[in-house]
């Protein structure tokens, strides 16, 4: 049975450091499993804060880095480089100074990769790749917005309802429009989901999903656990 856990703490840097020491521990756990770990990233101003965390952890040279697997929730239909791309963020902060295997970093494509401008090719291309079943993600983070959105998942959008593919492309109604996400039941696939915020800005959707609320971030489950890691701020809200 799925589990949910809320971890407070008192404010931004201090959550990057937590999730980047619990993310590392996850992968040397999985590794120690299953030989490999497979972890989806997010975008955002804390998420590039783990990342940049995760470098000076020592626990991350216990890390096979060749043998993790990254994949991304969502990502901005741009060029390949351009700094709005959740791609180039991670590559800055932590993956180009990796010893990743290139094969296993599944960047989702870019606006001048083989399939051009178009969206809906790109996400055909991201769900072949993904392919079925679908990989084993190990852990799957979000970040939320303040309208409660994850992974480009907006409030009522249709593209929460689509089932027929594990990712989809669509215009969002913040900017830039072109989105390539992961849809709902690939989210839901994954055996941890994290749901990563920090701010007073998130406390009011924060607070509202765990009142009850039908936002998207309410529906963002993991199959063993889904944890929410909050700074104070954005805990603000739960009662």
Request: aromatic share 4%; hydrophobic share 50%.
């Amino acid at each position: 049975m799925s589990e949910t856990v809320v971890v407070v703490v008192p404010d931004a840097d201090i959550l990057a450091s937590t999730v980047a020491a619990r993310l590392a521990i996850k992968i040397i756990d999985a590794q120690a499993v299953h030989g490999t770990a497979s972890v989806v990233l997010t975008g955002g101003r804390v998420a590039a804060k783990v990342l940049h965390a995760i470098r000076e952890l020592p626990a991350s040279a216990a890390i096979d880095w060749s043998r993790v697997d990254l994949w991304w929730g969502d990502e901005r239909f741009l060029p390949a480089g351009d700094p709005d791309r959740n791609e180039t963020q991670a590559r800055e902060a932590l993956l180009d100074k990796l010893p990743l295997d290139p094969a296993r970093v599944h960047a989702m494509p870019a606006s001048d990769g083989p399939d051009g401008d178009d969206a809906l090719a790109a996400a055909a291309r991201y769900a072949e790749e993904l392919g079925a079943p679908l990989p084993r993600f190990d852990v799957l983070m979000l970040g939320v917005g303040e309208d409660g959105h994850v992974a480009s998942l907006f409030p009522e959008h249709p593209v929460l309802a689509e089932t027929g593919t594990t990712a989809a492309a669509f215009n969002s109604p913040k900017p830039p429009p072109t989105r390539v996400t992961l849809t709902l039941s690939t989210i839901q696939s994954a055996d941890e989901v994290w749901l990563i915020a920090a701010g007073p800005d998130k406390a009011k959707p924060i607070g509202a999903v765990h009142a009850g609320a039908h936002l998207p971030a309410a529906s963002a489950t993991g199959v063993r656990k889904t944890l929410w890691l909050l700074d104070r701020a954005a805990a603000a809200e739960i009662r």
